[in-house]
């Protein structure tokens, strides 16, 4: 039982999202990405990471990524932006399935302040988990990295492989890099994070995308040029280790709170 991955590591033009499904649309061609695979994007991955909503918000991220999963006969979890009536976007990862069905969005928990993306986003108030084939994804976003009480719950809640699209700046990459392995080994699941390269307005970024096994091995890296990194995940060993280090059984749920779970 396994499962191909494809992440897109590619540099975002700025606020353009013609230019960057055409990217993409391109990558994954070259790339011979398989019918089936489960496709992982960046956050904000068509604008980059823009506080303007307009921007992010005035061509339909979602309708794209519908057509070109039905085309492709491919999952697809897109990075985006939608506006909300108090007047904040929210930052978005909605996953697509094959036939077209959308996945209630997963919205970012937690906006970056020192950034001041709270400013132009609100909070999400919870998890998505979305049934794919076989294995139960949580999508996540950037900096929900850093809270590791969000990972363990989706964890004890069934979520055995997870995928997080991020804006994650070059001077920090050590950390995005060890927090990946780190989440993988916490919640003994596949981590997926996707990451962007090149530059924007504000920031620099060198991509390091990976593919982190529930042990905590690296199977796949990006580097930091552009591409698509793939891996075909085994499912199956991915629970025989939980079964055989059962580590989630001993987690206390009441030390970590609650959080609304939508499922899909």
Same mark, same amino acid.
């Given at each position: 039982? !396994?499962?191909?991955?494809?992440?897109?590591?590619? @540099?975002?033009?700025?606020?353009?999202? +013609?230019?960057?499904?055409?990217?993409?649309?391109?990558?994954?061609?070259?790339?011979?990405? +398989?019918?089936?695979?489960?496709?992982?994007?960046?956050?904000?991955?068509?604008?980059?990471?823009?506080? %303007?909503?307009? *921007? *992010?918000?005035?061509?339909? $991220?979602?309708?794209?990524?519908? !057509?070109?999963?039905?085309?492709?006969?491919? /999952?697809?979890?897109?990075?985006?932006?939608?506006?909300?009536?108090?007047?904040?976007?929210?930052?978005?990862?909605?996953?697509?399935?094959?036939?077209?069905?959308?996945?209630? +969005?997963?919205?970012?928990?937690? +906006?970056? /302040?020192?950034?001041?993306?709270? =400013? *132009?986003?609100?909070?999400?108030?919870?998890?998505?988990?979305? @049934?794919? #084939?076989?294995?139960?994804?949580?999508?996540?976003?950037?900096? %929900?990295?850093?809270?590791?009480?969000?990972?363990?719950?989706?964890?004890?809640?069934?979520?055995?492989?997870?995928?997080?699209? *991020?804006?994650?700046?070059?001077?920090?990459?050590? =950390?995005?890099?060890?927090?990946?392995?780190?989440?993988?080994?916490?919640?003994?699941?596949?981590?997926?994070?996707?990451?962007?390269?090149? /530059?924007?307005?504000?920031?620099?970024?060198?991509? !390091?995308?990976?593919? &982190?096994?529930?042990?905590?091995?690296?199977?796949?890296? #990006? #580097? $930091?040029?552009?591409?698509?990194?793939?891996?075909?995940? %085994?499912?199956?060993?991915?629970?025989?280790?939980?079964?055989?280090?059962?580590?989630?059984?001993?987690?206390?749920?009441?030390?970590?709170?609650? &959080?609304?779970? =939508?499922?899909?």
């Amino acid at each position: 039982m !396994s499962m191909e991955i494809a992440l897109v590591q590619y @540099d975002i033009a700025w606020e353009d999202k +013609p230019t960057n499904h055409a990217r993409i649309e391109a990558m994954l061609e070259e790339a011979s990405v +398989p019918p089936g695979a489960f496709v992982l994007l960046p956050e904000l991955g068509d604008t980059g990471f823009t506080m %303007d909503l307009d *921007a *992010a918000t005035e061509v339909d $991220s979602i309708e794209w990524a519908v !057509s070109l999963a039905r085309r492709r006969d491919w /999952t697809i979890q897109v990075g985006h932006a939608e506006p909300n009536p108090d007047g904040l976007g929210r930052n978005c990862a909605t996953i697509v399935r094959p036939d077209g069905t959308v996945c209630a +969005p997963y919205r970012k928990m937690f +906006p970056m /302040t020192i950034l001041k993306e709270h =400013h *132009a986003y609100g909070a999400g108030d919870g998890l998505v988990l979305a @049934d794919i #084939g076989p294995v139960t994804v949580a999508p996540l976003i950037c900096y %929900d990295l850093r809270f590791p009480e969000l990972w363990r719950l989706a964890a004890l809640e069934g979520a055995e492989v997870f995928a997080i699209g *991020a804006c994650w700046p070059k001077e920090r990459t050590a =950390h995005w890099r060890h927090l990946l392995v780190s989440r993988a080994m916490e919640c003994q699941a596949w981590v997926l994070g996707c990451n962007r390269i090149g /530059t924007d307005p504000n920031l620099e970024y060198i991509g !390091s995308s990976i593919i &982190v096994a529930p042990d905590g091995t690296i199977v796949a890296d #990006g #580097g $930091s040029e552009p591409g698509v990194v793939r891996a075909d995940i %085994d499912l199956a060993a991915g629970r025989e280790f939980r079964e055989r280090f059962p580590v989630l059984k001993d987690a206390r749920r009441e030390l970590l709170g609650s &959080v609304r779970i =939508h499922r899909c």
